[in-house]
Nanobody
Framework: QVRLVEAGGGPVQAGGSLRLACAPSGRTFSSYAMAWFRQPPGKDREFVAAISWSGGSTYYSESMKGRFVISRDNAKNTVYLQMNILTPEDTAVYYC??????????????????WGQGTQVTVSF
């Protein structure tokens, strides 16, 4: 049973940075494309960023592009989300997701077959 586990969330001051990590649990995975989504309090889940298995291709939500960076370390089988210049609007539960087949529309949540349980990020002034 393959599951994803997020780590690295927590409180941070506005303007600061955090780096989230996502790794498989229960079984290793091989060549999955990975993505990050987030859900602010009382709002719908939204796409953040996606990355290919090789790390050679990335895709970002326009609202996060330029501040957030997705990357992966395949030796550790881990994907990261570097979040910079954080604002209170970035407060949300952040989820990682994966699929074996390269997504046609990586911003769509239903393109992914594996999900983590989320990690809370809270940004204060």
């Amino acid at each position: 049973q393959v599951r994803l586990v997020e780590a690295g969330g927590g409180p941070v001051q506005a303007g600061g940075s955090l780096r989230l990590a996502c790794a498989p649990s229960g079984r290793t995975f091989s060549s999955y494309a990975m993505a990050w989504f987030r859900q602010p309090p009382g709002k719908d889940r939204e796409f953040v960023a996606a990355i290919s298995w090789s790390g050679g291709s990335t895709y970002y939500s326009e609202s996060m592009k330029g501040r957030f960076v997705i990357s992966r370390d395949n030796a550790k089988n881990t994907v990261y989300l570097q979040m910079n210049i954080l604002t209170p609007e970035d407060t949300a539960v952040y989820y990682c997701a994966a699929r074996e087949v390269i997504p046609v529309n990586p911003e769509r949540a239903d393109e992914y077959e594996l999900w983590g349980q989320g990690t809370q990020v809270t940004v204060s002034f």
